[in-house]
């Protein structure tokens, strides 16, 4: 029986296959934008053919199908989510206008203030009050409620959000507007603050809240369409569908919680390189067709932001961090008004794709540029199931030579280094910017275009060893195929280390504990398969912002003697992330979080162990390359005649059917037992 994970990226949908007693396999076909159940559809008859069977055998020969979805994120990108409309407090209209006060990017003078995430004409004003402590001031006006349904259907909304004042201590109000807009918007999903996202914070659970309600119509459809379409397609066995805190959901959870498949494809890579090494502090990339993404592990530890933004906008939720530039294999190559190289952050996509996909593209792309330096083997693309038109990447790269005024070895390998250059930034934002030598950690490198790039962006950075996975160019997807359920519940507690409400933690514990609980019930996983994580956000007394910290709690429950080790934990991350601490300053706990988490198996799918060190590496062909100033003559290895414990020193070119890597002088790799390349690089 098969298990398979897919995951849609901006030019090719991957798919990575287990089956039982068997090594995983990785299949690829083009998405199709517009239509992403075409493109899930396809890659699965790609994978039926590779093993003889038609895709209605296949599908019934599968148990289990995960999924990382980029529908909402796109939606959100391109601003093409559901019309919503925002009841809010009397009084606080403006809160999705004025945020958090603090301009972005204070110095760059060429930003407008951006227009409110739901316009003021759909966001509307209902009296009634409730206090910090939960105590009714005023009633909720049936009156406005009414009075607002009646206005937003005729503004034509498609969904409908709901933030009210300290509806997190007590959600009387926002549970009767629900049951008012069911009588006068029937039919119109309606999401409340208080049950997406109990923080106190106002303005980020009423974008949160805002954000989640114009995806809902986007994600339920799509989910619509793809379980029919697998259904029509003869499959019967369970979806799982990322989300964007590391872990899987059922579809109907996350059509309740759409904000949550954002980013979700992304956030499985880093979920991948916790299996792929023991390093404690890792930095995961991953360079696709349209974006380089970044994340990191620390402690081995995901690490999770409350700061996720998309654009000019926060998310107000937390997730894994991943930061994300336009630079990928089809991002494509332009010169500005001052005469200058820019890659990015426009790009080819799946269509029509690199000039050299002779698919009618046109524009000169990273990809592009790859195969003029002869880092790629147009022959060779996918393993020679897709051929890429040399003479069609040439003449792209051309219009970029003849406005800078190179050859066109030298403007693509331009396009090459400024690309590099690109990845780097997002390298330093998420390590150098947060206080990390990203010397001190170890790379591991996914996607199938980074393992192009990589090399030479380790000599930059000064990074002394990193991985280039088997599955690099399904990194996200392995990651998905050997990832748990995972859920998150939040609740909020205001307390100190100077007067900790012991009793009042622990009841809010197990509050989160048991309706994480009932999530793995409802997503079938089996009391054994269970396990719990446990955080808090804290801060300085007077601090305007939280910190996220770890902690563990064997007993089931906090002792008396749990706050030190809690308040130690928070100094420590307070250190690490702002590089100081004050150990005398008193710490307030705001926000308390239980992680969900069921095993799915996955531990059992992480791919078969190579045979031993064969004899020596077989030279299967060389290849002119330009590295800058000439062209070299590199030996070209097939990874897949390798063994464990093989070793190739650069200069060369390793080649799998998904990926070409570049090795560079200085530079030694070693296959490991599953199949692995470690590079270390010379000092």
Same mark, same amino acid.
């Given at each position: 029986?098969?298990?398979?994970?897919?995951?849609?990226?901006? %030019?090719? %949908?991957?798919?990575?296959?287990?089956?039982?007693?068997?090594?995983?396999?990785?299949?690829?076909?083009?998405?199709?934008?517009?239509?992403?159940?075409?493109?899930? !559809?396809?890659?699965?008859?790609?994978?039926?053919?590779?093993?003889?069977?038609?895709?209605?055998?296949?599908?019934?020969?599968?148990?289990?199908?995960?999924?990382?979805?980029?529908?909402?994120?796109? *939606?959100? =990108?391109?601003?093409?989510?559901?019309?919503?409309?925002?009841?809010?407090?009397?009084?606080?209209?403006?809160?999705? %206008?004025? &945020?958090?006060?603090?301009?972005?990017?204070?110095?760059?003078?060429?930003?407008?203030?951006?227009?409110?995430?739901?316009?003021?004409?759909?966001?509307?004003?209902?009296?009634?009050?409730?206090?910090?402590?939960?105590?009714?001031?005023?009633?909720?006006?049936?009156?406005?409620?009414?009075? *607002?349904?009646?206005? !937003?259907?005729?503004?034509?909304?498609?969904?409908?959000?709901?933030? !009210?004042?300290?509806?997190?201590?007590?959600?009387?109000? +926002?549970?009767?507007?629900?049951?008012?807009?069911?009588?006068?918007?029937?039919?119109?999903?309606?999401?409340?603050?208080?049950?997406?996202?109990?923080?106190?914070?106002?303005?980020?659970?009423?974008?949160?809240?805002?954000?989640?309600?114009?995806?809902?119509?986007?994600?339920?459809?799509?989910?619509?369409?793809?379980?029919?379409?697998?259904?029509?397609? $003869?499959?019967?066995?369970?979806? !799982?569908?990322?989300?964007?805190?590391?872990?899987?959901?059922?579809?109907? +959870?996350?059509?309740?919680?759409?904000?949550?498949?954002?980013?979700?494809?992304?956030?499985?890579?880093?979920?991948?390189?916790?299996?792929?090494?023991?390093?404690?502090?890792?930095?995961?990339?991953?360079?696709?067709?349209?974006?380089?993404?970044?994340?990191?592990? &620390?402690?081995?530890?995901?690490?999770?932001?409350?700061?996720?933004?998309?654009?000019?906008?926060?998310?107000?939720?937390?997730?894994?961090? #991943?930061?994300?530039?336009?630079?990928?294999?089809?991002?494509?190559?332009? =010169?500005?008004?001052?005469?200058?190289?820019?890659? $990015?952050?426009?790009? *080819?996509?799946?269509?029509?794709?690199?000039?050299?996909?002779?698919?009618?593209?046109?524009?000169?792309?990273?990809?592009?540029?790859?195969?003029?330096?002869?880092?790629?083997?147009?022959?060779?693309?996918?393993?020679?199931?897709?051929?890429?038109?040399?003479?069609?990447?040439?003449?792209?790269?051309?219009?970029?030579?003849?406005?800078?005024?190179?050859?066109?070895?030298?403007?693509?390998?331009?396009?090459?280094?400024?690309?590099?250059?690109?990845?780097?930034?997002?390298?330093?934002?998420?390590?150098?910017?947060?206080?990390?030598?990203?010397?001190?950690?170890?790379?591991?490198?996914?996607?199938?275009?980074?393992?192009?790039?990589?090399?030479?962006?380790?000599?930059?950075?000064? =990074?002394?060893?990193?991985?280039?996975?088997?599955?690099?160019? $399904?990194?996200? *997807?392995?990651?998905?195929?050997?990832?748990?359920?995972?859920?998150?519940?939040?609740?909020?507690?205001?307390?100190?280390?100077?007067?900790?409400?012991?009793?009042?933690?622990?009841?809010?514990?197990?509050?989160?504990?048991?309706?994480?609980?009932?999530?793995?019930?409802?997503?079938?996983?089996?009391?054994?398969?269970?396990?719990?994580?446990?955080?808090?956000?804290? &801060?300085?007394?007077?601090?305007?912002?939280?910190?996220? #910290?770890?902690?563990?709690?064997?007993?089931?429950?906090?002792?008396?003697?749990?706050?030190?080790?809690?308040?130690?934990?928070?100094?420590?991350?307070?250190?690490?992330?702002?590089?100081?601490?004050? +150990?005398?300053?008193?710490?307030?706990?705001?926000?308390?979080?239980?992680?969900?988490?069921?095993?799915?198996?996955?531990?059992?799918?992480?791919?078969?162990?190579?045979?031993?060190?064969?004899?020596?590496?077989?030279?299967?062909?060389?290849?002119?390359?330009?590295?800058?100033?000439?062209?070299?003559?590199?030996? #070209?290895?097939?990874?897949? $005649?390798?063994?464990?414990?093989?070793?190739?020193?650069?200069?060369?070119?390793?080649?799998?059917?998904?990926?070409?890597?570049?090795?560079?002088?200085?530079?030694?790799?070693?296959?490991?037992?599953?199949?692995?390349?470690?590079?270390?690089?010379?000092?």
């Amino acid at each position: 029986m098969f298990v398979a994970c897919i995951d849609i990226g901006g %030019t090719f %949908t991957d798919l990575v296959l287990h089956r039982e007693g068997a090594d995983l396999e990785i299949h690829k076909s083009p998405t199709t934008p517009g239509k992403f159940e075409r493109g899930f !559809l396809d890659v699965l008859e790609v994978a039926a053919k590779s093993h003889g069977l038609t895709l209605a055998e296949f599908l019934a020969s599968t148990d289990m199908i995960v999924h990382g979805t980029t529908v909402s994120t796109n *939606a959100l =990108v391109e601003g093409k989510v559901a019309p919503t409309g925002l009841i809010c407090n009397a009084g606080h209209p403006d809160i999705l %206008t004025l &945020r958090e006060s603090p301009r972005k990017r204070a110095f760059n003078i060429k930003i407008d203030f951006p227009p409110p995430y739901i316009h003021r004409s759909r966001t509307c004003e209902v009296r009634g009050r409730i206090d910090s402590m939960g105590n009714e001031i005023e009633p909720i006006s049936d009156e406005d409620v009414r009075a *607002a349904a009646k206005h !937003l259907k005729a503004c034509g909304v498609e969904a409908v959000g709901v933030c !009210l004042l300290w509806s997190i201590v007590n959600p009387s109000h +926002e549970r009767r507007v629900r049951e008012i807009l069911a009588e006068e918007l029937p039919g119109i999903p309606v999401t409340l603050s208080h049950e997406l996202n109990p923080i106190p914070r106002e303005y980020r659970r009423t974008i949160s809240t805002a954000i989640n309600a114009s995806l809902y119509p986007i994600v339920s459809d799509y989910v619509g369409k793809l379980t029919e379409a697998l259904k029509g397609a $003869g499959y019967g066995g369970e979806l !799982l569908i990322a989300n964007c805190v590391g872990g899987m959901m059922p579809p109907e +959870e996350i059509v309740a919680r759409p904000i949550y498949s954002v980013m979700s494809g992304p956030t499985l890579a880093p979920i991948a390189a916790i299996s792929l090494t023991t390093a404690p502090n890792v930095i995961v990339v991953d360079m696709g067709g349209t974006t380089f993404d970044v994340s990191a592990l &620390r402690n081995r530890h995901l690490v999770v932001t409350p700061e996720a933004t998309f654009g000019m906008e926060m998310l107000g939720i937390p997730k894994i961090d #991943v930061r994300s530039v336009g630079a990928g294999g089809g991002s494509i190559a332009w =010169v500005d008004a001052g005469g200058l190289l820019r890659v $990015g952050p426009h790009s *080819a996509s799946a269509v029509p794709g690199p000039a050299c996909y002779g698919r009618g593209g046109t524009e000169p792309t990273v990809t592009d540029a790859n195969v003029v330096l002869g880092i790629i083997d147009p022959d060779y693309f996918l393993g020679g199931r897709i051929k890429l038109d040399r003479a069609r990447a040439e003449a792209a790269i051309g219009k970029i030579a003849k406005k800078l005024g190179l050859g066109l070895l030298e403007a693509a390998y331009a396009i090459y280094t400024t690309t590099n250059h690109n990845m780097i930034g997002a390298i330093e934002d998420i390590t150098v910017n947060e206080g990390i030598d990203p010397r001190d950690s170890y790379v591991v490198s996914g996607g199938g275009a980074t393992a192009c790039h990589i090399s030479d962006m380790a000599r930059i950075l000064g =990074v002394k060893s990193f991985m280039i996975p088997r599955f690099a160019a $399904g990194l996200s *997807a392995y990651g998905g195929l050997i990832s748990d359920v995972r859920w998150e519940e939040t609740g909020t507690l205001n307390t100190t280390d100077k007067n900790f409400d012991l009793a009042g933690v622990n009841k809010l514990l197990a509050s989160l504990k048991k309706r994480g609980v009932a999530f793995l019930k409802r997503s079938g996983v089996a009391p054994a398969a269970q396990r719990f994580e446990f955080a808090f956000q804290g &801060r300085y007394l007077y601090q305007s912002w939280d910190i996220e #910290v770890p902690f563990d709690m064997p007993d089931g429950k906090l002792g008396k003697t749990s706050l030190p080790g809690l308040t130690a934990a928070f100094h420590d991350q307070h250190e690490r992330i702002y590089t100081i601490k004050d +150990e005398a300053d008193t710490v307030e706990f705001t926000t308390w979080k239980v992680r969900a988490i069921g095993d799915t198996g996955g531990s059992l799918r992480q791919g078969a162990v190579l045979e031993g060190k064969r004899a020596k590496p077989h030279e299967k062909a060389r290849r002119k390359v330009y590295l800058g100033r000439q062209l070299r003559d590199l030996p #070209v290895y097939d990874i897949d $005649g390798l063994g464990a414990g093989s070793e190739i020193t650069g200069p060369a070119l390793l080649e799998m059917p998904t990926t070409t890597i570049l090795l560079v002088d200085g530079q030694h790799g070693q296959m490991d037992t599953k199949g692995n390349l470690l590079v270390e690089v010379g000092g």
